[in-house]
């Protein structure tokens, strides 16, 4: 079987979907792997590496597209170059086909087994494939550094000659994957760290890493381990406990969401405004529209003293770990495809497959 990669061409874009490790891995499973020259060189991956690996370059895109059997990205390759893959072939990375027509009929047309790994269930067994917590690791622990960066105030508490700095308080809100690394981050900073999730069990988890629950007395946990939307009450009841609780608070870093819909506004253009000067808010649901109002989508503004960033695609800003876990994720998932002897396979029974494959495929 033939595995290949080319560069990202998404704007900002700097990960990449097979490293020299996987590479390795991957020709020792039987695979031929081919990159296109460069591939790596974003997330500071020389062509050498590959080759060393046991990679062959080859100088264009398109040739590497029409000739592999699995093609391996990060973001959905433009549906020009899907048209080049091979008809038939294995397309795995975040495609998110729903989001573009075009790009969904681009994969329908070559007939492609498309695995968007954005669709893998969250069971145990697929947590080693799961990018979008690998990546959430990531984005959620630069998060706190943007914040850190931003802030005209100390993170940590310091006793000094010129006196004593008391630390900052630092608001984690949503405490999935990228919140709790934001609560650790900013705990490793030395900031007083608080956290709340609508999710009942994050309590625990906030606690687990040095956190404090801030209890707003709204819990919706929903389907699959992810929350639900919040009913107009909840939501009433969170925002006006939440707006005293502001006043006090350095800095916020955000990264509420529910599948499937824009990211909640749990950060009013009042609450942002009855901040203390100086107060921070990253936030990093910015990408599915922001958690606060006032947020615009890759900008950093300044609001009457409070500076309030909407950063995107943060795990890329990390690209070289990013891409060793994204690439280990797709090497484990691309493990499924492929029989003793290397060759491709598909096990329809096996719910990783069934349940990832875009489209849907009718059950056997
Ligand atoms: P996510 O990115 O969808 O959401 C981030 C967080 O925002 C979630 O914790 C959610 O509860 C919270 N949230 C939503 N609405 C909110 C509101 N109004 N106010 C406050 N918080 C709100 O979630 P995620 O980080 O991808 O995953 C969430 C959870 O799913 C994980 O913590 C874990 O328990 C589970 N999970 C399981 C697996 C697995 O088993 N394979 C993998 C990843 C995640």
């Known amino acids: 079987v033939v595995i290949g990669s080319v560069r990202e061409t998404a704007p900002g874009e700097r990960r990449v979907a097979l490293t020299p490790e996987t590479c390795k891995k991957l020709v020792a499973a039987g695979a031929t792997v081919r990159i296109e020259r460069g591939l790596g060189l974003a997330a500071h991956q020389p062509d050498s590496a590959y080759v060393d690996a046991g990679a062959e370059l080859v100088d264009t895109a398109d040739a590497v597209l029409a000739q592999a059997d699995i ?17 038939g072939a294995v397309l795995v990375g975040m495609l998110q086909p729903q989001a573009d027509a ?52 100390f993170f940590p508490m310091l006793t000094t000659a010129a006196g004593t700095i008391r630390p900052s308080k630092v608001l984690i809100i949503g405490a999935g994957v990228a919140g709790l690394q934001a609560v650790a981050t900013a705990k490793r900073l030395g900031a007083q760290v608080e956290g709340f999730d609508v999710r009942p069990e994050t309590r625990e988890q906030i606690e687990s ?45 955000s990264t509420a969401a529910v599948p499937g819909r824009p990211a909640p506004k ?20 910015a990408e599915t529209g922001g ?13 009457g003293g409070v500076t ?8 890329s800003s990390g690209a070289m770990h990013a891409s060793d876990m994204f690439a280990r994720n797709v090497f484990n998932f691309v493990s499924l495809l492929l029989d003793k002897q290397g060759a491709l396979h598909f096990d329809w029974n096996d719910e990783l497959l069934a349940k990832t494959v875009w489209p849907e495929r009718a059950a056997s």
């Open 102 to 153: 075009a790009r969904g009929e681009a994969i329908q047309a070559r007939g492609l087994v498309a695995f968007p790994l954005e669709r893998l269930p969250r069971t145990t067994r697929a947590q080693a494939m799961d990018i979008l917590s690998s990546q959430a690791g990531m984005a959620g622990y630069k998060a706190v550094l943007i914040a850190a960066q931003l802030a005209p105030k």
């Open 209 to 253: 890493l040095g956190g404090k629950f801030l209890d707003l007395g709204v819990s919706a946990a929903g389907e699959g381990g992810y929350a639900r939307q919040l009913t107009d009450e909840e939501r009433a009841l969170q925002q006006q406990r939440l707006a005293d609780h502001l006043k006090g608070v350095d800095v916020i870093v």
């Open 291 to 303: 958690n606060c109002e006032l947020t615009r989508p890759g900008e950093t503004i300044d609001h």
């Open 308 to 315: 309030i960033a909407g950063p995107l695609n943060l795990a």
């Open 266 to 285: 749990i950060i009013s253009a009042a609450m942002a405004t009855g901040m203390k000067p100086g107060s921070v808010i990253v936030d990093l649901a």
């Open 71 to 87: 093609v391996a990205c990060v973001q959905p390759p433009p549906a020009a170059a899907i048209a080049s893959i091979k008809s």
